[in-house]
């Protein structure tokens, strides 16, 4: 009788290790996500359909480089090439599965520190979907949705969104086809 207890203790203890360390499907899910973004060198480049080559300023191309840090976690930039053929830094990143949540918590910050944004993303292997809040130096604020998805392993479409609290309703902003470039 001793060493069946043992036994059931011993089956008991193992299967609560192994249980507690297992990834749940939506995990997965985030990771396959990450995992696709990341790949072969992680860059992405997308054209501005709003360019217009007569203002200096404007932007044609815009650039997404992405690194997966783990299988949990990525951080990225993202840039724009203007009309000048100058590379400018816009953007930069971070997203991480958080398992207590099931959810990416994402953090965006612009380059010269005027504002940032915090959120959550939900994921399909081939889906993100990110709400956010943007935070301005001067106070103001910013309700913000992406849509991330991928129509093949090379190319992604993203749709974004500001929330107008006048209307109470969701603006799309701006659509872009992200192709991968060549490692």
């Known amino acids: 009788m001793r060493n069946l207890n043992i036994v059931i203790i011993a089956f008991f203890c193992c299967s609560t290790l192994v249980s507690g360390q297992t990834i749940d ?3 997965k899910t985030h990771e396959q996500f990450f995992t696709k973004l990341a790949a072969n060198g992680g860059i992405w480049t997308a054209e501005n359909p709003a360019y217009d ?6 932007f044609k191309e815009f650039i997404l480089k992405v690194k997966q840090e783990d299988a949990l976690k990525i951080n990225a930039e993202i840039q724009g090439v203007n009309t000048k053929g100058d590379t400018l830094d816009f953007w930069t990143f971070s997203e991480f599965y958080a398992p207590h949540v099931k959810k990416n918590i994402f953090y965006q910050r612009s380059i010269d520190g005027q504002y940032y944004a915090v959120g959550e993303a939900t994921m399909t292997p081939n889906e993100r979907y990110c709400e956010m809040s943007f935070y301005y130096v001067g106070g103001e604020y910013q309700k913000h949705k992406d849509t991330h998805t991928f129509s093949s392993k ?4 993203s749709l974004s969104y500001d929330f107008d609290p ?3 309703e969701w603006k799309l902003v701006s659509t872009f086809t992200w192709i991968r470039k060549a490692a």
Do not use: L, R, V, Y
């Open 25 to 27: 499907t939506i995990q």
């Open 53 to 58: 080559a007569a203002k200096d300023d404007d």
């Open 154 to 157: 090379d190319t992604m479409k």
């Open 166 to 168: 006048e209307a109470s």
